[in-house]
C-alpha cells in the first residue's frame, strides 16, 4: 500500500473502487493487522477482494538499492512480482518512487528497445483537454537516445490511452528556436525529426505546457519533476490566494459565497488530486505510482488509471509502436 497515510487512504479507496467497478478485484498486498481498516471500509469477506501478507514494507526514505537488495519481500515488492506472475493485471503504489521503480525493472524487466523505463502522468490543458509528460523523475539525467525513446512511449500511451490517431509530440527546452537547449535536446529533436512515425512538433516552453499545443511533452527526469510539483504547488497557492481575498472583508465573503460554484468547477479542473496516478512506462507490466501524500479521492484516481491503462493493454501498445519506430529509423 504504502505511501504517508497508508490503509485509512488506501482502503477506502479501493471500497469505492469495488464499487463503481464490479469487474474489478483487488489483491491487497500487507505487513501487518488492517482488520480495523477493512471492517470501516465495509470490506470484511468481500468477495472481490484478496489479502494478501508480506514480510516487511519499504521505508519512504529507503534507498532503491537497499530496497532491491533486501525488500524483494515487501509488500511493494510482492505486488509487483503478482503482475510479474500473471496473477494480477497492474500494480498500484503510493510508495517509495525509486524503491518502485527498482523493483518493477527488477520484476518486470523493460520492453524491447527501451533502456530506461519513464514515469509519465496527464496534465490538464485547455478546452478539457489533457497533455501527457514525462519523465517526471525516474531519470533525472538523459541523453537523447534516452529522450527519443520517452518520446515514442508518450505517443503510444496518448494514442492507446486517448485515442489520439496521430498525438502531437513536443520536446520542453528553453525556447522554440532550433538553437536553443543543451546537446542532449537538441540531438534528441534531429531523431525525432527523422521519424516519419513520431508527429514531432519541435520545442515547446514552459508557458505553454497548458496550451494544447501538443499532446505529448518530453523532458528528463530533473525538469519534468521540478515542472509538476511547481506547477501543483502554483494551483494551491491561487487557491489559498483566493481564500485569503474573500476573507478580508465582508463584501468579499459574499462575493466569495456567490461565485463559489464557479471557483469550484474551475479548481475541479486543475486539482492535482485528479491527475493523481503516474505510470510507468516502458516495462513488460503496468505500474501505477500514486503520491505519497495522497488522499482517498486521490488514490481512488490512481486506481482507476491502472484499471484503465490495464482494459487498453497499455503495455502491448508501446510495444507495438516501439517495433514500428525502431524500423523507421533502421
Not at 50 to 61: E, P
Not at 182 to 198: C, G, M
Amino acid at each position: 500500500m504504502g505511501g504517508d497515510l497508508g490503509p485509512a487512504v488506501t482502503v477506502p479507496a479501493i471500497a469505492r473502487a469495488l464499487l463503481l467497478y464490479p469487474s474489478l478485484s483487488v489483491r491487497l498486498f500487507v505487513c501487518g493487522d488492517i482488520s480495523s481498516d477493512i471492517k470501516s471500509a465495509g470490506l470484511e469477506n468481500h468477495p472481490r477482494l484478496t489479502l494478501v501478507s508480506a514480510a516487511c514494507t519499504v521505508g519512504m526514505d529507503e534507498r532503491p538499492s537497499s530496497a532491491l537488495r533486501t525488500k524483494r519481500d515487501s509488500t511493494m515488492g510482492e505486488a509487483i512480482k503478482d503482475v510479474a506472475d500473471g496473477q494480477s493485471q497492474a500494480c498500484v503504489s503510493a510508495g517509495n518512487t525509486g524503491a518502485l521503480m527498482a523493483l518493477s525493472r527488477h520484476f518486470l524487466k523493460t520492453l524491447p528497445g527501451i533502456d530506461r523505463p519513464a514515469i509519465v502522468s496527464a496534465m490538464p490543458a485547455v478546452n478539457g483537454k489533457r497533455v501527457y509528460m514525462l519523465d517526471l523523475g525516474a531519470n533525472v539525467a538523459c541523453d537523447s537516445e534516452t529522450l527519443y525513446q520517452f518520446a515514442v512511449m508518450g505517443s503510444a500511451m496518448a494514442r492507446t490511452v486517448e485515442g489520439i490517431g496521430s498525438p502531437r509530440v513536443a520536446l520542453l527546452n528553453i525556447g522554440e528556436e532550433e538553437v536553443k537547449g543543451n546537446d542532449q535536446v537538441r540531438h534528441a529533436a534531429n531523431l525525432l525529426q527523422d521519424a516519419p512515425s513520431i508527429n514531432y512538433i519541435g520545442y515547446l516552453e514552459g508557458h505553454d505546457i497548458f496550451t494544447n499545443k501538443a499532446d505529448v511533452i518530453v523532458c528528463d527526469g530533473f525538469v519534468g519533476n521540478v515542472t509538476l510539483k511547481t506547477c501543483e504547488g502554483i494551483a494551491q497557492f491561487f487557491l489559498a490566494q483566493l481564500k485569503e481575498s474573500f476573507g478580508q472583508s465582508l463584501w468579499g465573503r459574499v462575493l466569495g459565497w456567490l461565485i463559489r460554484p464557479f471557483v469550484r468547477t474551475v479548481y475541479a479542473r486543475v486539482n492535482p488530486d485528479q491527475y493523481n496516478g503516474a505510470s510507468l512506462v516502458g516495462l513488460r507490466g503496468i505500474v501505477v505510482k500514486s503520491h505519497g501524500n495522497a488522499g482517498i479521492d486521490a488514490f481512488f484516481n490512481a486506481i482507476e488509471q491502472a484499471l484503465h491503462s490495464a482494459e487498453r493493454h497499455l503495455p502491448d501498445g508501446i510495444e507495438s509502436s516501439i517495433g514500428t519506430v525502431l524500423l523507421d529509423k533502421h
